[in-house]
C-alpha cells in the first residue's frame, strides 16, 4: 500500500511540473521570431529613437528581429492599450516614456491602469530638462531668476510643449517649489515653443538638451540648470537644479515594458540583454547624442521609479489643475 502511495504522489509531482516545461523551455529558446516594439509616437522623437537603437542591440544579440511600430495618438494612450490588449508572450513590448506616469493623471477614462496592466522590462535612458531664458532675461542663474520673477510677478511668460508634457509639468514644478508666478504659455510641441524663446516672445522654457544644446553654445539662449540629479554631459557646466532648490529632479526616461503576464524568464532575458548594451561604448555615445545616459535598472526597480513617479508628478498635476490639450 505504501509502495502504491509512493509511485502515486512521485506521478503527480512530475504531472505537476509538466506545464512549466515548455514555458521554461521557450524562455531559453526566446525569441524564435520577431518582436515588435510599439512606439506612441511618430518616428524621429525621443521615444523612436531609444526604441531604435535598443531593438538594433537586441536583433543583434538574440538572433532575431526587433521592429518599431509606430502607433502615434492620444499622448501615446493608442499604443499602450495596444500592448496591455497583446498577448503576454513576449512578442508584443512598448516603449514607454513620461507619457506612461503623466497620462495616468491626465486622462479620467483610461481602459488601462499602466502600473498595474504593464510589466516593466527595462530601462534605456535618463535625460534631463534644461532651464532656458532668453538672454534678454535679467538673470545668469536660478537665484537671479527667482529674485527677478518674484519682483515681476505674472509678467514673465513660460512657454511649455503642450499641455501635461514633461517639459510642461518640469515648469510647474518650479514655480511650485520656487515660489514664482510665471504665465505658462503651451505651444503645440517643442519647436514653436522654442522659435518663440529664441525671438524674445517668451521668457522661460524647460526643455531638452538635444533641441537646445546648439542654442546655447551659440549665445542665442541662457542655460540655468539641468533638471537632473547629476549635470549632464551635453552641458557639463551647467548646475543641477536642486544645488538651488533641494529636492528638485525632473527627468524624462524612456524604456521597454511588456503586458502584464508576460513570463518571468522572458522578462528577465530581456532585461539581461537590454543591460548589457546599456555597458557598451557605442550605446554610450548613441544615448549621450540624446542628451541622455544609461539607465540600467532591474525589472524591479525599474517599476518602483514608474510607480513613484506616477505618484510624484499625480502631486503636480493635480496642485497646478493640469488638463490635457
Do not use: C
Request: no cysteine.
Amino acid at each position: 500500500m505504501k509502495t502504491r502511495r509512493r509511485k502515486f504522489l512521485r506521478l503527480m509531482a512530475g504531472a505537476a511540473a509538466l506545464p512549466l516545461l515548455p514555458r521554461v523551455a521557450s524562455a531559453d529558446a526566446y525569441p524564435t521570431r520577431p518582436v515588435r516594439i510599439i512606439v506612441g509616437f511618430a518616428a524621429g522623437g525621443p521615444n523612436d529613437i531609444a526604441a531604435r537603437v535598443a531593438g538594433q542591440w537586441l536583433a543583434e544579440h538574440l538572433g532575431k528581429p526587433f521592429v518599431v511600430e509606430n502607433r502615434p495618438g492620444a499622448a501615446s494612450n493608442i499604443a499602450t492599450e495596444q500592448v496591455v490588449r497583446a498577448r503576454p508572450d513576449g512578442y508584443t513590448l512598448v516603449m514607454m516614456g513620461p507619457p506612461a506616469v503623466l497620462n495616468t493623471s491626465l486622462y479620467d477614462n483610461l481602459n488601462f491602469s499602466f502600473v498595474r496592466d504593464i510589466a516593466p522590462v527595462a530601462g534605456i535612458v535618463r535625460a534631463p530638462e534644461v532651464m532656458l531664458v532668453n538672454p534678454s532675461v535679467p538673470a545668469s542663474s536660478v537665484p537671479e531668476f527667482i529674485a527677478y520673477a518674484k519682483a515681476n510677478p505674472g509678467k514673465l511668460n513660460m512657454a511649455t510643449a503642450g499641455n501635461g508634457t514633461m517639459p510642461h509639468v518640469a515648469g510647474e514644478l518650479f514655480k511650485l517649489m520656487a515660489g514664482v508666478d510665471l504665465v505658462t504659455v503651451g505651444y503645440r510641441g517643442g519647436a514653436p515653443a522654442l522659435v518663440d524663446l529664441l525671438s524674445g516672445q517668451m521668457h522661460v522654457m524647460f526643455e531638452t538638451p538635444i533641441a537646445t544644446v546648439a542654442h546655447v553654445k551659440a549665445g542665442k539662449l541662457r542655460a540655468l540648470a539641468v533638471t537632473s540629479a547629476t549635470r549632464s554631459e551635453a552641458l557639463p557646466d551647467v548646475p543641477v537644479m536642486a544645488d538651488f532648490i533641494p529636492g528638485f529632479e525632473a527627468s524624462a526616461w524612456y524604456g521597454l515594458g511588456a503586458p502584464k503576464g508576460t513570463p518571468a524568464e522572458v522578462i528577465d532575458r530581456l532585461n539581461r540583454s537590454v543591460n548589457a548594451g546599456l555597458a557598451d561604448a557605442t550605446i554610450k555615445q548613441r544615448l549621450a547624442e540624446l542628451g541622455g545616459a544609461p539607465m540600467p535598472l532591474s525589472p524591479a526597480e525599474f517599476g518602483k521609479l514608474i510607480a513613484d513617479d506616477t505618484e510624484k508628478w499625480g502631486k503636480v498635476i493635480g496642485a497646478m489643475k493640469i488638463r490635457p490639450d
